[in-house]
């Protein structure tokens, strides 16, 4: 498939790598030739120096033969108007922009993205996508990450081995005969920095992140199985009150238990809009690195810190001190990938990288067929890949055990007439079965080619 990526920051480079490692033809553009050039040196890509929206640019990148286009530039009306010259001009079949600004993503307006206004097939909005993130990290505030899968009957977790662990140095092969009832699979271990799908003798050390999948209703048990807790979160600080910050306010706001929700923002603008758009919120306007503001936010006993401003190191200083100052977990924003090895050692709970949430959000769309479901795991390392088997799929019929999946490959959960089982090697998978399978970067086009789904969109 031949696909124009617009926009060659972190996100537009992390699409390029996912698809032109599957061999895909991929153009890159961008109007800062230093990032077009990185791109060119470190994937196998072609890049083409200019304004994305400029049609003699989208011209020389190969827009005439495209079958898709993705706006990921950072001006939103790039992006748009990017969309609207490659589907006018250019009759460019599928459209993806990524639009950050909220008016835009206002439910009174989405006709303007119909094909005779403004055609866009899909929109990805950043801000939502971390928002919600944010809002799964709080749902389980003993993980690191977590991320729903088959309709919200399953979930991902990431969880932190520590010594008190019960199940450290134990064979995950007996895990199962352990706990028989328990609807969990291990699928990925990170050890030493180094992540691997285990193998059933495999163990689990001290230090280890653990990824695992276990049915919603399971995930309480889980989590006291690999030596966690799961309180409810009854107060929060939150730091930032931007479209992030906000969102996550809203949505616990809207909820039937009550949370009580304290943001913090430094911009007296953005903090008097937070404040007016919000009813049962009390917004502060200060410095959330103030220890005396912490201190009035009653940081002390707050069930969790949310630090979602712009920048990386705020987040990080002030997560760091709210967890000084006795707050039981912080959760920080944090776009640098590099500083996630620094999380353990300062005390930080849980991350969530914009990033890595945005690309899971457009892979989901790009990969179409039957795929339902992307997630992104790590540094580009690992996929989750949610998707219905279709009949003419070589696993369709076969028993887990018989199905010759690449190495690096687990099936997390599968569920058969809307339930979710664990699967065993006597599991059978069928046709119209929806499978969550768990796979190294470097084995998913070998899982599309055994779910019988491709990049190509139909």
């Excluded at 899909?122 to 088959?150: G, H, K, N």
């Excluded at 079965?433 to 491709?454: C, G, H, K, N, Y």
Aim: hydrophobic share 40%; net charge negative.
């Amino acid at each position: 498939m031949k696909v124009i990526i617009c926009g060659a920051g972190q996100v537009g480079w992390q699409i390029a790598r996912y698809l032109s490692g599957e061999n895909n033809d991929v153009t890159v553009v961008d109007n800062n030739p230093d990032l077009v050039r990185r791109a060119t040196d470190t994937l196998d890509v072609q890049g083409i120096a200019g304004h994305a929206s400029y049609p003699d640019v989208l011209d020389r990148a190969g827009a005439s033969d495209a079958d898709m286009i993705i706006a990921a530039t950072y001006s939103d009306e790039v992006n748009m108007v990017t969309c609207q010259v490659a589907h006018s001009v250019f009759s460019v079949q599928r459209k993806i922009a990524r639009l950050r600004a909220q008016n835009y993503l206002d439910p009174r307006y989405s006709d303007l993205y119909r094909r005779n206004h403004l055609p866009i097939d899909v929109v990805i909005s950043p801000e939502r996508e971390v928002a919600e993130a944010a809002l799964q990290r709080l749902a389980a505030p003993a993980t690191f990450d977590t991320e729903s899968f088959l309709e919200g009957r399953a979930q991902l977790l990431g969880i932190t081995i520590d010594d008190d662990c019960p199940v450290i140095n134990t064979p995950l092969r007996q895990l199962t005969d352990l706990f028989s009832t328990l609807r969990a699979v291990v699928v990925g271990i990170r050890r030493e920095g180094v992540l691997f799908a285990p193998a059933a003798n495999d163990q689990i050390f001290s230090g280890d992140d653990c990824y695992v999948f276990t049915h919603t209703e399971d995930m309480t048990r889980t989590l006291e199985i690999f030596g966690k807790s799961n309180q409810k979160q009854e107060r929060i600080v939150i730091i930032g009150g931007g479209n992030v910050g906000l969102g996550v306010a809203q949505a616990l706001e809207a909820r039937t238990e009550r949370v009580r929700v304290k943001i913090i923002e430094k911009n007296r603008e953005v903090a008097e809009r937070a404040a007016d758009a919000l009813d049962r919120t009390i917004v502060l306007h200060g410095d959330g690195l103030d220890a005396a503001l912490l201190e009035e936010a009653n940081i002390a006993s707050a069930d969790a810190v949310l630090a979602v401003t712009d920048d990386d190191k705020t987040n990080l200083l002030a997560s760091v001190r709210a967890k000084e100052m006795g707050c039981k977990m912080a959760i920080s924003l944090t776009n640098d990938p590099t500083l996630v090895p620094l999380m353990g050692p300062l005390d930080i709970d849980a991350y969530i990288n914009p990033r890595a949430t945005t690309v899971s959000s457009i892979l989901r769309h790009i990969r179409h067929g039957r795929v339902r479901g992307v997630y992104s795991i790590g540094d580009a390392e690992a996929e989750i890949i949610e998707a219905q088997v279709l009949g003419t799929s070589p696993i369709s019929g076969q028993k887990v055990r018989d199905i010759a999946f690449p190495e690096g490959t687990l099936i997390g959960a599968v569920m058969k007439g809307g339930k979710v089982v664990r699967p065993t090697g006597d599991t059978r998978i069928e046709e119209g079965d929806f499978i969550a399978i768990f796979a190294m970067t470097e084995d998913v086009p070998e899982v599309e080619r055994l779910l019988q789904v491709s990049i190509d969109f139909f």
